[in-house]
């Protein structure tokens, strides 16, 4: 069985090491962690592995998982290439969104590659049983990758190969369908607050609705999955919802106003008319008041 190491054994970290022991693909071998508490943590969710103090102290692996932070992971890799592992017959790879496999160049002639899982790690526990089904974003040297892509079909998810030089992009558009859809809950939130619902009712008011539009989105596409004021070119409303959000908090009227404008440019995909289209651009774009 091939032995890998992990670096930052965080939520991601330690859901892919206790998937792939679970699996038996993999022998979990040491684990390293800013702290030698927080490795051990680790070491007992995955339930195999060795919490080492240093980077020095980790045994020699075939596979190297590194799962810091994306600012930290150029710097990690120089260090690591002072040590004996980056061979020919190694595999380096992180799991960052926004960098390449690019950013491991230093450890060849050992093989790089980046794959990004398109899940949300929020809990370990949860993502155990959520991961499998969800895809992974691969790219990088051919050995790496055709070893990294039957790594995570063996626990479940469907592999997306993408070109290093569009990285940036793709993750730009994991952080427009995740982060900011958690961005624009919390300012539904904020707004319902506002109207003096307090946030438990509010949430399981959202749930039913928001549930329902990205079971829409996924099946139906956006342009069928608008309703709303915008989509039915309903101008009074849009203006007397800007107003009152100026009101309440400019912050929360210009994400209305800018999120607006590019539900028109939706909406005109579909049976909103020029004219209407041409108002509620010229209303979305004026300043707030």
């Known amino acids: 069985m091939q032995t890998l190491n992990i670096i930052g054994a965080g939520q991601l970290g330690k859901t892919l090491g206790r998937l792939w022991h679970q699996s038996g693909l993999f022998r979990i071998q040491s684990i390293h962690n800013r702290t030698l508490r927080s490795g051990q943590a680790a070491r007992e969710f995955i339930g195999a592995g060795q919490a080492c103090p240093?980077?020095?102290?980790?045994?020699?692996?075939?596979?190297?998982?590194?799962?810091?932070?994306?600012?930290?992971?150029?710097?990690?890799?120089?260090?690591?290439?002072?040590?004996?592992?980056?061979?020919?017959?190694?595999?380096?790879?992180?799991?960052?969104?926004?960098?390449?496999?690019?950013?491991?160049?230093?450890?060849?002639?050992?093989?790089?590659?980046?794959?990004?899982?398109?899940?949300?790690?929020?809990?370990?526990?949860?993502?155990?049983?959520?991961?499998?089904?969800?895809?992974?974003?691969?790219?990088?040297?051919?050995?790496?990758?055709?070893?990294?892509?039957?790594?995570?079909?063996?626990?479940?998810?469907?592999?997306?190969?993408?070109?290093?030089?569009?990285?940036?992009?793709?993750?730009?558009?994991?952080?427009?369908?995740?982060?900011?859809?958690?961005?624009?809950?919390?300012?539904?939130?904020?707004?319902?607050?506002?109207?003096?619902?307090?946030?438990?009712?509010?949430?399981k008011l959202l749930a039913p609705i928001v549930l329902q539009t990205a079971r829409n989105n996924m099946t139906l596409g956006p342009e069928k999955s608008l309703t709303g004021p915008i989509a039915r070119g309903d101008l009074d409303t849009v203006s007397n919802q800007v107003e009152n959000l100026i009101s309440v908090d400019p912050q929360m009227a210009r994400c209305y106003r800018h999120l607006g404008l590019a539900c028109v440019a939706l909406a005109q995909r579909g049976p909103l008319s020029e004219k209407s289209a041409t108002r509620l651009i010229e209303l979305l774009s004026e300043p707030p008041r």
């Not at 002072?82 to 050992?110: M, Q, W, Y």
Request: proline fraction near 5%; glycine fraction near 8%.
């Open 54 to 203: 240093t980077l020095q102290s980790m045994p020699v692996a075939d596979y190297w998982l590194i799962a810091c932070q994306d600012s930290e992971i150029s710097a990690l890799a120089k260090r690591l290439s002072k040590r004996p592992d980056n061979r020919e017959g190694t595999v380096f790879f992180h799991c960052s969104g926004a960098l390449s496999s690019e950013a491991l160049d230093i450890l060849r002639p050992a093989s790089i590659a980046s794959a990004h899982p398109v899940h949300s790690f929020a809990d370990p526990l949860r993502s155990l049983d959520s991961l499998p089904g969800s895809s992974v974003a691969l790219e990088g040297d051919g050995p790496a990758t055709r070893a990294l892509g039957g790594a995570f079909n063996a626990i479940g998810c469907e592999i997306i190969t993408i070109e290093a030089r569009h990285k940036s992009l793709y993750h730009a558009g994991s952080v427009f369908a995740c982060n900011y859809l958690t961005t624009l809950v919390d300012l539904s939130l904020r707004s319902f607050a506002a109207a003096g619902i307090e946030r438990g009712s509010a949430l």
